[in-house]
């Protein structure tokens, strides 16, 4: 299995009516999820890092309300600096994506003005995270306005967001997943003891997570089972689904895959892994992966011995192709003292500030942050809206 991407050089297809002009790239941030303030450090990285000679970025912002506006292209508003966590915020230009098979343009309607064009987009890079934007709301949006975009479609989004169906999938495929159970909304409310039994039955620590939702965010390790409560309380208030998950002894090993040119098979980097060394943190959790640097070690790449390493790679890339994946995603592993190699999630829009695994880990595999977005732009500008 090659990690080997396209090198840098290897020029996206413009529009077929405009080969002249660069390609229009939106950059599309921020959102109505939890991970708002995620998406917009997301933003920060690509905007610094994104080639201008080669592309016309457009930066369009969501509010937390839903609003799309026009975003100020500047990646240090966008950052998270000394705890700041950015938002966006109304402008007063509200930006419109016609639903129209003939018209990719966009359009600002800003109070007391005629509405304005912006032009032709080639392509929308939709850097959010979360619901109502990773989970195939903003894919099906882009599918019925023809537009291309970055990343998984409509059905791998909507699987790989929801950890129950995503879970059943890998399942299916043959992949190996770890023992969980699945509280639905107002199941544990109507019969707490027998949900209590049901959770004991996979055995101390668990996890409790909300089933639609990144970023750490909503979740707990539960070590006494007096504390389900509360846990399954937290994780409903990002989500009325809840996911509860056995504590497997392993170390957590991530692996980044990028989809392949032409019909060829995805690529996957060389495994990385995260150690969790300030006492504050019982496990990786929001805390840990934004605002606490130092109480995290990243290693890429990870030391594993070579069988390991490929299995992991070759793990990563069937778990991409069960659930249909685009673009990018993040596989997230356990790797077990026996050398069982057990799924845990798959990430299909990760991280992507340049600090963050998915980058880091193409970084050590050969491809730089900036050939990394050109390679996704390029991805995105290669394949048909529609089926496929």
Not at 45 to 63: F, N, W
Not at 188 to 200: G, H, I, L
């Amino acid at each position: 299995m090659s990690s080997q991407p396209t090198p840098r050089g290897a020029e996206p297809a413009p529009a077929a009516d405009t080969p002249s002009r660069k390609p229009r790239v939106l950059l599309l941030f921020g959102g109505r999820s939890g991970e708002h303030a995620i998406s917009a450090a997301t933003a920060a990285g690509v905007l610094r890092a994104i080639d201008r000679s080669r592309y016309e970025v457009v930066p369009v912002g969501i509010t937390p309300a839903g609003e799309w506006v026009l975003a100020e292209d500047d990646p240090e508003r966008w950052q998270i600096a000394d705890g700041r966590l950015p938002q966006v915020e109304p402008t007063g230009e509200e930006v419109v994506l016609p639903l129209a098979t003939d018209q990719r343009g966009m359009r600002v309607l800003a109070p007391g003005e005629i509405p304005r064009e912006l032009g032709e987009v080639d392509v929308v890079f939709p850097l959010l995270h979360g619901p109502y934007g990773e989970d195939g709301t903003v894919q099906g949006l882009l599918e019925l306005a023809d537009v291309r975009y970055v990343g998984a479609g409509v059905l791998a989004s909507a699987v790989g967001m929801d950890k129950h169906f995503m879970k059943l999938v890998l399942a299916g495929q043959g992949l190996p997943v770890g023992p969980y159970t699945v509280i639905r909304p107002g199941e544990f409310e109507r019969n707490p003891q027998a949900w209590t039994e049901t959770v004991a039955g996979l055995g101390l620590p668990v996890f409790v997570k909300p089933a639609r939702a990144g970023s750490s965010l909503g979740i707990s390790k539960v070590d006494d089972l007096a504390d389900l409560p509360a846990a399954v309380a937290e994780a409903q208030r990002h989500d009325p689904k809840v996911v509860v998950e056995a504590g497997i002894v392993g170390r957590e090993i991530e692996c980044a895959v990028l989809g392949g040119r032409g019909g060829e098979r995805p690529r996957a980097s060389l495994p990385g892994e995260i150690v969790v060394t300030g006492a504050d943190h019982a496990f990786y959790d929001f805390q840990a992966k934004y605002l606490d640097e130092a109480g995290v070690e990243l290693s890429c790449p990870a030391d594993l011995p070579a069988e390991l390493v490929e299995e992991v790679r070759d793990v990563a890339v069937r778990t991409f192709e069960a659930v249909g994946a685009e673009g990018l995603s993040r596989v997230d592993v356990f790797v077990t003292d026996d050398g069982q190699v057990v799924v845990n999630e798959i990430n299909t829009m990760p991280g992507f500030t340049p600090f963050s695994m998915y980058p880091r880990m193409w970084e050590k595999s050969g491809l730089s942050y900036p050939d990394l977005i050109d390679e996704l732009i390029a991805l995105a500008l290669e394949r048909p809206t529609g089926l496929r």
